[in-house]
């Protein structure tokens, strides 16, 4: 028969004084003073150790990985005091593998999303700019449409009204789309009461080096012009003609 300390649960050798671990006296016969115990039964898995996988487990749960560290090494301490009447050492020790696993790859997490973040960002942005030129030209497109239709009238500046000509529908005729905001501006009659024979159409970055970089234009002319700083204002002024 097998005796414990009663205090921290530590084997006691026959001919022991005191416990080896908390320095509690024994007694005569090998126990702790007065309260010896005899290992009987089933032993129990650590709950600190079960602790301990569970948090490694739940890898995506923020900081779970600390908790898997802490509980693992508290359920190996905890069992190799128990002296037999606890278990679960394999699951502690799993728990922590999975902690210190979460850990080193945090570096490799970081560097990974460090190369990929800005590449996705220019991909997006990208996309919308060439979503952007494709809207530019379907405006133009509605505008010659709209002016066959209504010669009284001519171009328009309007979105709703394109809208309502049934050239124009989705997001577009709100003026955004894909990061994007559209303007109708600059319309000019040939003469007072007249026509509109002259527009321009603007198309630039809702939120600069976000959503896109470039801004783009076109009017009458259906010539597509961009402007590399995203400027809607010196697209119009300035503009590079898109090849």
Known sequence: MSTFCAACGNSIEAGDQFCRVCGRQASPGGGAAGT????SGPAETSVKAIISLVCGVLFFVPLAFIGAIVFGHLGLSEIKKSAGRLKGEGIAIAGLVLGYMWIAGIPLILIVAA???PNLLRARM???E???VAEVRQLVAGEITYSTSHPEEGFTCSL???EKAGVLSGPLANGQKAGYAFELTGCVPAAEGGPNMKYQVVAYPVRLNQTGVRAFCSDESAVVKMDAGGSAEKCVQSGESLR
């Open 36 to 39: 010896p115990t005899a290992a």
């Open 115 to 117: 190369v990929a973040i």
């Open 126 to 128: 990208a996309a919308n």
């Open 130 to 132: 060439s979503s952007a």
């Open 160 to 162: 709703p009204a394109l």
